[in-house]
């Protein structure tokens, strides 16, 4: 299977900073899709200490990336960065599969699945 997110360079050094200052040094970045938010569907990033059966396992910038199979078509092609503004950073997540994400970017729906929209 071909890499299924892209993670800028700005992102993996943020990332790895994050696993610094939480001691999650040696562990996955998990991406993830999960039923909810005002679209449907939103993202979960988080670090894992363990490889699922079900995972696909990605290296991009040092970063071990783990994806499940069942979330794989829905993030194929997501590109994570990290801006910085005057407001802070914070990631941004572009998905070519989302149709509609809500005003706050974080939830999503895809031509094939819908999720689970809760009430904003």
């Not at 005002?38 to 991009?60: H, R």
């Not at 993030?75 to 572009?94: A, E, H, N, P, V």
């Amino acid at each position: 299977m071909t890499q299924v997110v892209d993670i800028t360079e700005a992102a993996a050094f943020h990332i790895k900073e994050m696993m610094q200052n939480n001691d999650e040094e040696g562990s996955y970045l998990r991406v993830a899709v999960k039923g909810g938010g005002c679209s449907g569907l939103s993202y979960a990033m988080g670090f894992d200490k363990e490889k699922q059966d079900d995972d696909e396992l990605f290296e991009e910038h040092g970063l071990r990336i783990l994806v499940s199979r069942e979330d794989a078509p829905i993030l194929q092609g997501t590109k994570i960065d990290f801006k910085q503004s005057l407001m802070g950073g914070g990631f941004t997540i572009d998905n070519p599969n989302a149709i509609a994400s809500c005003g706050c970017g974080s939830s999503f729906r895809t031509a094939k699945n819908a999720g689970t929209p809760e009430e904003c």
